[in-house]
C-alpha cells in the first residue's frame, strides 16, 4: 500500500505590538526558525491582513495607542479562532485574568525568554490542529470524521486524498461562510496564492464532483462568481443555483 506523506508546512505567526525594536527582533528570530513573521504595529492594520491570510499563531501586546490588546483580541475573534498569545509587561493577575477573557489563549510575560515562547507557540499550534481534525461533524446522512480521516455518507466511504479532505473540513466548520479563493489556499496550502488560482479552482471542482457523486448528487459547496466557495450544511433549504453564483468546473 503507499503510504502517504504530508509535506512539512511553514508556520505563520502574526506579531502585534507598538515596539517596532520588539517585532524586529523577534522576526529576525524566527524567520532564522524557519516560520513565516507577519509584524503589525498597527493593530487596524493587523485586523485587516487576517481577513485575508490565515496563521497558525497570533502574539498579541496588550498596552498599545488608541486601542488595547483586549480590545484588538475581541475584534480579531469575530472573524478568527487562531490560537492568541499575550505577551505584555502588564503582569499583574487582573490583566492576565482579562486578557482569557478577551477570548486569548494563552500569556507570558516581559521580559521573557525567546525559546519558551517558540515552545508556547508550538503547543497551541499543536493543539488547535488537534482540535481543527478530530473532531466528527455530521449533516443529515454525510458524515466527516476528523479522528479517522473518513468522510461517509449514508454509511458509504468516499476517497479523498489528505488535500481534499483538509479543503472539506476547513469549509465545513464554518457552514454558510464565503471562503476567498486566497484564504482557501493560504490555510490549506500554507503558502500564497500567488498566480496559482486555476490550481485551486480545479482542486475544490474536484472536491465538489467527487462529494457529489458519493452524496447522490447533492451538492454541499457551491461557487460564488468572483468571490470563493461556502458550504451547504442543511440540503432541504439548498435552493436552485442564483445567477450570482457560477460553477467553474
Request: a neutral charge; glycine letters at 4%.
Given at each position: ?189 500554507k503558502e500564497p496564492i500567488l498566480k496559482s488560482r486555476h490550481n485551486l479552482q480545479v ?47
Open positions: 500500500m503507499r503510504k502517504e506523506v504530508r509535506l512539512k508546512i511553514m508556520r505563520k505567526l502574526l506579531f502585534i505590538d507598538d515596539d517596532t525594536d520588539f517585532l524586529e527582533s523577534n522576526r529576525l528570530y524566527f524567520c532564522r526558525k524557519k516560520y513565516e513573521v507577519f509584524c503589525e504595529n498597527n493593530p487596524k492594520d493587523a485586523i485587516s491582513l487576517l481577513t485575508s491570510t490565515a496563521v497558525d499563531c497570533i502574539i498579541l501586546d496588550i498596552d498599545m495607542p488608541e486601542i488595547t490588546g483586549f480590545e484588538v483580541c475581541q475584534k480579531i475573534r469575530n472573524i478568527s479562532g487562531t490560537p492568541i498569545i499575550f505577551l505584555s509587561g502588564l503582569t499583574d493577575i487582573k490583566n492576565r485574568i482579562a486578557s482569557f477573557q478577551a477570548g486569548g489563549d494563552d500569556f507570558l510575560a516581559k521580559p521573557y525568554d525567546i525559546l519558551e515562547l517558540e515552545l508556547r507557540i508550538e503547543a497551541r499550534i499543536r493543539k488547535n490542529e488537534q482540535v481543527f481534525f478530530s473532531e466528527v461533524m455530521r449533516f443529515g446522512d454525510l458524515c466527516i470524521d476528523g479522528n479517522r480521516r473518513i468522510i461517509t455518507y449514508k454509511d458509504k466511504p468516499g476517497e479523498f486524498t489528505a488535500l481534499q479532505f483538509d479543503i472539506i473540513v476547513l469549509m465545513a466548520r464554518n457552514p454558510g461562510k464565503v471562503f476567498s479563493y486566497e484564504l482557501i489556499y493560504d490555510q490549506v496550502w482542486a475544490v471542482a474536484t472536491v465538489r464532483q467527487k462529494l457529489a457523486l458519493l452524496c447522490d448528487g447533492n451538492q454541499y459547496i457551491k461557487t460564488v462568481a468572483r468571490k470563493g466557495y461556502y458550504f451547504i450544511s442543511d440540503q432541504s433549504q439548498q435552493s436552485k443555483t442564483s445567477e450570482a453564483e457560477t460553477n467553474l468546473e
